[in-house]
């Protein structure tokens, strides 16, 4: 089996400071996502990468970004913190990206901003 | 809107008891996958429908593609099924990406 890797675990930050949150996955899988968790509101897709090098927008790109540096990690950038912002980031992949495929989630990242 | 709808938003049910979720979906979706959120906050997937019904253990869901909801049937609740459950949705419309309900949080007491 393998597994996902977040890192951190958690991320206290100061309003307008730039954030990175870092994703390893040694199942080998092309695709791999970035969702952000809100209280009640489920998950919504940030970025998602098919393969290394590759980014493809999700609903919520705005005020991120994502590189896929090699196919193993995908590292996801709060550009600009919000004041009050707090959500749970989590990092998935896939083998190939298709809907049909099964999700595989990483622990996730809590993101505090003072 | 949301297309994905998820009921209830919160369950508390005593151990042994059984009990359902559900998912309305407000579009057209090729297929529903359920997943659980454990403690440590990872997403573990429990079902992938296409079409009918899967079971596993204590689990059940049903998918009926025509009337536009899944369900998620728990038998005999056990404290070790606490936690949040998400169905996501694979509308045509979005492409390949996976669209979440919002969840109902699931508590087991004794």
């Known amino acids: 089996g393998g597994i996902i890797t977040q890192t951190p675990k958690f991320l206290i930050g100061q309003e307008g400071q730039k954030l990175t949150l870092k994703c390893q996955q040694n199942f080998n899988h092309d695709t791999m996502y970035w969702y952000r968790q809100d209280s009640g509101k489920g998950l919504r897709l940030i970025y998602y990468s098919i393969t290394e090098n590759d980014l493809q927008k999700g609903d919520l790109s705005e005020g991120y970004d994502a590189s896929r540096e090699k196919k193993s990690s995908f590292s996801l950038t709060v550009t600009s913190a919000q004041k009050n912002e707090m959500a749970v980031f989590l990092c998935?992949?896939?083998?190939?990206?298709?809907?049909?495929?099964?999700?595989?989630f990483g622990s996730g990242t809590r993101l505090t901003v003072l | 809107g949301d297309q994905v709808e998820q009921s209830p938003s919160a369950l508390s049910l005593h151990e042994g008891t059984s009990s359902a979720l559900r998912c309305n979906f407000t579009t057209t979706t090729r297929s529903v996958q359920w997943f659980r959120q454990n403690s440590r906050g990872s997403l573990i997937n429990l079902f992938y429908l296409a079409s009918g019904t899967k079971e596993n253990g204590r689990l059940k869901s049903a998918f009926d593609s025509k009337e536009l909801y899944s369900t998620l049937h728990i038998r005999d609740a056990q404290l070790e099924d606490s936690g949040t459950y998400f169905c996501a949705a694979d509308p045509p419309s979005s492409g390949q990406k996976l669209v979440f309900g919002q969840g109902t949080i699931l508590k087991v007491y004794l």
């Open positions: 998935a992949s896939s083998l190939t990206g298709g809907s049909a495929e099964t999700l595989y």
